[in-house]
């Protein structure tokens, strides 16, 4: 099987600009999570998406957001980029919901807003 | 709240030594735990996960783990390094309250030949 896709790879915007990032998930797998990493904060829960519904949101503004389609593919879009929105965004999937999942994590997009 | 700390940012060992990577966490129900590892400019891989089924788990490439309420801790250990074992760990917590999995700061592992 394929593993998890996120497109593009690399990305550079100014401040103020929106941004859309997207996810595939391995086939069949119906849970996608986005994660936003920084050296300073590490790794972040933004949200997670299950079955087009989003299911759990971490502590992060409203600029942020996503959503799932019917193939469980995801995107996520920032509004109104700020320069520590500069960051590796990790998507991850995994078969179904629930904590004991594994989750699967794709290569990320990095992310520099300038 | 859930909390996951990371004894050590940068750790390194000799090629052929213990790697020893110490995690501990607070949880006020039973905890589910997970090491990740993280190779240069790839996403997260699972080593291995605690469940609540047997304490000492194993994983892949030679790792494991044992989870010790007692001690909440949930410390990653390899016998032998070897120098593909250089990456960045990451130990995560969740629970069946709280399923937003919290993850640690990250431990850098580097091998010394």
């Known amino acids: 099987k394929a593993g998890?896709?996120?497109?593009?790879?690399y990305l550079i915007k100014t401040r103020g600009q929106q941004?859309?990032?997207?996810?595939?998930?391995?086939?069949?797998?119906?849970?996608?999570?986005?994660?936003?990493?920084?050296p300073g904060q590490g790794l972040q829960f933004l949200f997670e998406y299950f079955s087009?519904?989003?299911?759990?949101?971490?502590?992060?503004?409203?600029?942020?957001?996503g959503r799932q389609f019917s193939n469980?593919?995801?995107?996520?879009?920032?509004?109104?980029l700020e320069l520590g929105d500069s960051a590796l965004y990790l998507c991850a999937s995994s078969p179904?919901?629930?904590?004991?999942?594994?989750?699967?994590?794709?290569?990320g997009t990095r992310l520099l807003v300038l | 709240a859930q909390s996951v700390t990371q004894l050590?940012?940068?750790?390194?060992?000799?090629?052929?030594?213990?790697?020893?990577?110490?995690?501990?966490?607070?949880?006020s129900v039973p905890p589910y735990l997970f090491w990740y590892v993280q190779y240069p400019n790839q996403?997260?891989?699972?080593?291995?996960?605690?469940?609540?089924?047997?304490?000492?788990?194993?994983?892949?490439?030679?790792?494991?783990?044992?989870?010790?309420k007692s001690e909440t801790s949930f410390h990653l250990t390899k016998p032998s390094a070897h120098m593909s074992?250089?990456?960045?760990?990451?130990?995560?917590?969740?629970?069946?309250?709280?399923?937003?999995i919290i993850f640690g700061k990250g431990t850098r592992l580097h091998i010394l030949p």
């Open chain 1, 4 to 9: 998890v896709t996120q497109t593009p790879r």
């Open chain 1, 19 to 38: 941004v859309t990032l997207s996810c595939s998930p391995i086939s069949g797998h119906r849970s996608v999570s986005w994660y936003q990493q920084t």
């Open chain 1, 52 to 65: 087009e519904t989003q299911r759990n949101k971490g502590n992060f503004p409203g600029r942020f957001s």
């Open chain 1, 72 to 80: 469980s593919r995801s995107e996520m879009n920032v509004s109104t």
């Open chain 1, 96 to 107: 179904d919901r629930g904590v004991q999942e594994t989750q699967y994590f794709g290569p």
């Open chain 2, 8 to 27: 050590g940012s940068h750790v390194s060992v000799s090629e052929g030594a213990l790697v020893l990577l110490r995690c501990n966490y607070s949880s």
């Open chain 2, 43 to 68: 996403g997260l891989q699972l080593l291995l996960k605690y469940t609540s089924a047997a304490t000492l788990v194993k994983g892949i490439n030679g790792f494991e783990a044992e989870f010790k």
């Open chain 2, 85 to 100: 074992d250089a990456a960045e760990y990451f130990c995560a917590v969740t629970s069946n309250r709280d399923d937003k």
